[in-house]
């Protein structure tokens, strides 16, 4: 029998800190293809060159959880954070999630009326992530 998993029951942590509010996480990984054509074939050939990762998480807005505040604080100090934290994204409990070193590659705070204010962020991963499924 397949094991369903629900969305409400993850959660994501940045820097070992969780992250309150969350709406969503995804993470994506993939590989650059290094085109290898040469003059003569008849259909492209590619290799493969290395992998990268990226993440999105929207979260309802409050900068009063120290997690929003570390993810909105990489960005805007004075100086960037120019090393990477820990992001971890929890799939079920405590033995099925995905984690990875990243920055915080971009945030924002659209409002509109009507609408509850949410900060959509961005994740660029450096080196490997690693999956958890136990």
Known sequence: MTT???GMDGSCSYGGTTVAATESWEIET???MLEATVQGDAWDEY?????RWTGRT???LDLGDAGQ????NALITATPSTT???FKGIISGTTKYLTGNCFIESAGVPSQTGQIVKAPVTLRGTGAPSFTWS
């Open 47 to 51: 290799t493969v060159g290395t992998g």
């Open 84 to 86: 990477p934290a820990a």
């Open 69 to 72: 505040l570390a993810i909105f």
């Open 4 to 6: 369903t998993y629900r």
């Open 58 to 60: 929207t979260l309802r």
């Open 30 to 32: 993939s590989l650059n």
